[in-house]
């Protein structure tokens, strides 16, 4: 839940040229959006949450910034050009369409709704305001092993992607998470949530523009305490271009894992493959970012780690600047969403959850 990866500069824009702020507070994912807007050059000015708790954790971590007296006085201030938010997950696109008419750019934490009418009124608000809408899916976009992977496809290096596999295990830490993760009307289910990030990287790697979710299942095989929690879940996708992608999502990380999650990708090309090991090598000292791959030239291994980089901040700030659309287009954030949606609106209940 607080996974924020430091800053690695590569700043895009000169101090003050683009001050953003922030508001909701209620996932820690919020401190990683902030690094890597900083370490884009984006210069973070005002911050607004209505528990003063929070704001007090935030400002420990970021002691210059400005604290609002509300939600209005941040969409009033003329010189923010982004409001970024990691807010409940059910109050992350209401949110989102203040902030689109109020004239700024939004950047929110995955998943970015939790209903496909979210979803609607969202798009419905992007296309009247002409703003952009961008989501936080920092399972790849803040992990240099999937940035490596992602400059590996793109030069051909395994030819074309024809199937993509992810895992992402995440350690539950029950103790320490608030009331609404565990009610699935405010986080909307595994698949929705966590699988978010899958189905945009199943979208990214295949180079697909949309998918058609084939299979879908939820459980809650281990936590009879948490009746509305899915622990598991997994999802099969046919993508419009003839690939597919599988992926299990799951809070089953052992307490004896050294770090939260085991996430890996498997990527399946023409001419060769690749795997991520992205937050661990197991039994051993190598550390995050592990990039394993084989292909016609032989057997590769890479460790990314603090050599590439997230390119994905700085060019969603100059995507913001100059109206473009080279981090992401908002088709496919939007469309990766959906996917999730769908998989999860359509799941099979593999246990009685009591």
Request: some cysteine; hydrophobic content about 40%; proline content about 5%.
């Amino acid at each position: 839940m607080n996974y924020a990866p430091d800053p690695i500069p590569n700043p895009v824009v000169e101090p003050g040229d683009f001050p953003f702020a922030v508001t909701g507070l209620h996932h820690g994912h919020i401190f990683g959006m902030v690094n890597g807007l900083l370490g884009a050059g984006a210069t973070l000015k005002s911050v607004y949450d209505d528990d003063p708790e929070m704001v007090a954790a935030f400002k420990t971590m970021f002691p210059d910034v400005h604290v609002a007296s509300s939600e209005e006085e941040l969409l009033a201030d003329e010189e923010i050009k982004l409001v970024a938010a990691a807010d409940i997950p059910n109050l992350r696109a209401d949110l989102g369409i203040r902030v689109m008419e109020a004239g700024k750019d939004y950047f929110t934490d995955k998943t970015p709704m939790t209903t496909l009418d979210q979803l609607a009124r969202a798009r419905e608000a992007v296309e009247r305001t002409g703003q952009k809408f961008n989501v936080y899916y920092s399972e790849r976009l803040h992990v240099e092993a999937s940035v490596m992977a992602g400059q590996l496809v793109r030069d051909g290096a395994i030819g074309r992607v024809i199937q993509v596999l992810n895992l992402g295990p995440h350690r539950l830490n029950a103790d320490s998470r608030p009331d609404w993760f565990f009610d699935k009307e405010q986080y909307g289910g595994i698949l929705a949530d966590i699988g978010s990030h899958n189905c945009e990287q199943i979208l990214y790697f295949t180079g697909a523009k949309d998918a058609e979710i084939t299979d879908a299942a939820i459980a809650n095989y281990n936590h009879p305490q948490f009746p509305e929690l899915d622990d598991f879940g997994n999802a099969t996708l046919v993508c419009d271009n003839g690939a597919t992608g599988y992926f299990r999502v799951d809070w089953f990380t052992p307490d004896g894992l050294s770090v939260w999650g085991d996430g890996r990708s498997f990527l399946l090309g023409t001419e060769g493959y690749i795997e991520l090991r992205k937050y661990v090598n197991v039994t051993t000292d190598d550390g995050p970012d592990n990039v394993f791959m084989v292909n016609g030239d032989g057997e590769h291994r890479f460790n990314a780690n603090g050599k590439v980089g997230y390119p994905f901040f700085g060019e969603m700030v100059l995507d913001c600047l100059n109206r473009t659309e080279e981090a992401m287009t908002q088709e496919h954030i939007f469309k990766s969403v959906e996917l999730a949606l769908k998989a999860q609106e359509r799941a099979r209940v593999l246990t009685a959850q009591s």
